[in-house]
């Protein structure tokens, strides 16, 4: 058999292994926590775009964004014999870890002086490919301004208004209570209006909701 027909045999093999996994289930579960390569694989693969939306939301586009989704996915491998949950609670876990690495990263950044070195109008801009134009410049603008505030406060209202999930998911990813949420959000929300006042399109969008 040649090296090609055996790359090939295991590539197939792979595929087919990951294919078993159709649903995340009690069975899918077992075989993540026995370290079966086709769970871990089926677990990438769904869960991976997600990841790395929340990671651009706190970050903003980063060349350390492929790095820290796999830092995040071997984080859940080597933790998911901790994981106590079921088959659909694995999104809201995996969200955890990721809010948890990039506030890791953003503090080793600012240890380093990194972040506090850059001006707001040298951010870049995120992708906002179905975005309005109004609403890619609100966004745009307040990603710039997103560095300025507390980590914590950051990833709530990068959570919030830019991957746009629900208060109680935000509380859940960030393993903190609900109220603490809100009042992170409420802190975060004031900085940034303040900072915004100029903006009229970004001060709008701000107050657009927060239920």
Same mark, same amino acid.
């Not at 045999?9 to 159709?22: D, H, K, N, Q």
């Not at 992170?184 to 709008?204: F, H, M, V």
């Given at each position: ?21 159709? @649903? !995340? ?8 926590? =026995?370290?079966?390569?086709?769970? #871990? &694989? %089926?677990?990438?693969? $769904? ?73 707001? @109008? !040298? ?8 975005? =309005?134009?109004?609403?890619?410049? #609100? &966004? %745009?603008?307040?990603? $710039? ?67």
């Amino acid at each position: 058999m040649t090296a090609h027909a055996r790359r090939s045999g295991v590539a197939t093999g792979t595929l087919l292994s990951t294919a078993r996994f159709l @649903e !995340e289930d009690e069975a899918f579960l077992h075989a993540l926590r =026995s370290g079966h390569r086709g769970a #871990a &694989a %089926a677990f990438f693969e $769904r869960h991976a775009d997600h990841v790395e939306r929340v990671l651009v939301r706190v970050l903003g586009v980063d060349a350390e964004i492929p790095d820290l989704v796999q830092e995040v996915f071997l984080r859940a491998l080597r933790g998911i014999g901790d994981f106590r949950g079921g088959p659909d609670k694995l999104r809201g876990w995996t969200t955890r870890i990721a809010v948890f690495t990039a506030r890791g990263c953003i503090r080793r950044r600012r240890a380093r002086w990194w972040l506090r070195s850059i001006a707001p @109008e !040298e951010l870049p801009e995120p992708q906002a490919d179905d975005a =309005s134009p109004e609403l890619a410049h #609100a &966004a %745009a603008g307040a990603l $710039r301004l997103l560095h300025r505030l507390p980590v914590d406060e950051r990833i709530a209202f990068s959570l919030r208004y830019l991957e746009e999930m629900e208060l109680r998911e935000i509380a859940e990813a960030c393993d903190t209570s609900l109220a603490t949420i809100k009042r992170r959000l409420a802190r975060a929300q004031g900085r940034i209006q303040r900072l915004a006042a100029r903006d009229a399109t970004l001060s709008s969008w701000l107050q657009g909701g927060d239920g």
